[in-house]
């Protein structure tokens, strides 16, 4: 079993950063790969970006290449998401994500490949 919480969200203005946190307790992090996803209102969650578990590859969707950036700290049993120059269209609830599947350098996409989620952590973007 694994927990997550992530931190980090809240208002910013177009054009702004924050850095969103995923802290995990439980068994060791570095066992799984962690995937960030995010939900808007009226739509479906999508993926915003995975990391390995080894940390050597990386996952980011088409839209946030170049701006957000996935990073990992087993030392402290968390990952993070950097994201910079963020839009309005951007909010969304942020969730974070951890599975076991596949080799230590495979980076999970999809939804349906993580056992363990965090309860989301909020995000607007003003315009």
């Known amino acids: 079993q694994v927990n997550l919480v992530e931190s980090g969200g809240g208002l910013v203005q177009a054009g702004g950063s924050l850095r969103l946190s995923c802290a995990a307790s439980g068994r060791t992090f570095s066992w799984y790969s962690v995937g960030w996803f995010r939900q808007a209102p009226g739509k479906e969650r999508e993926s915003v970006g995975a990391?390995?578990?080894?940390?050597?590859?990386?996952y980011y969707t088409d839209s946030v290449k170049g701006r957000f950036t996935i990073s990992r700290d087993d030392a402290k049993n968390t990952v993070y998401l950097q994201m910079n120059s963020l839009k309005a269209e951007e909010t969304a609830v942020y969730y974070c994500a951890a599975g076991a599947r596949g080799s230590t350098s495979y980076v999970a996409v999809r939804d349906y490949e993580y056992d363990y989620w965090g309860q989301g952590t909020p995000v607007t973007v003003s315009s």
């Open positions: 990391v390995s578990r080894s940390g050597t590859s990386t």
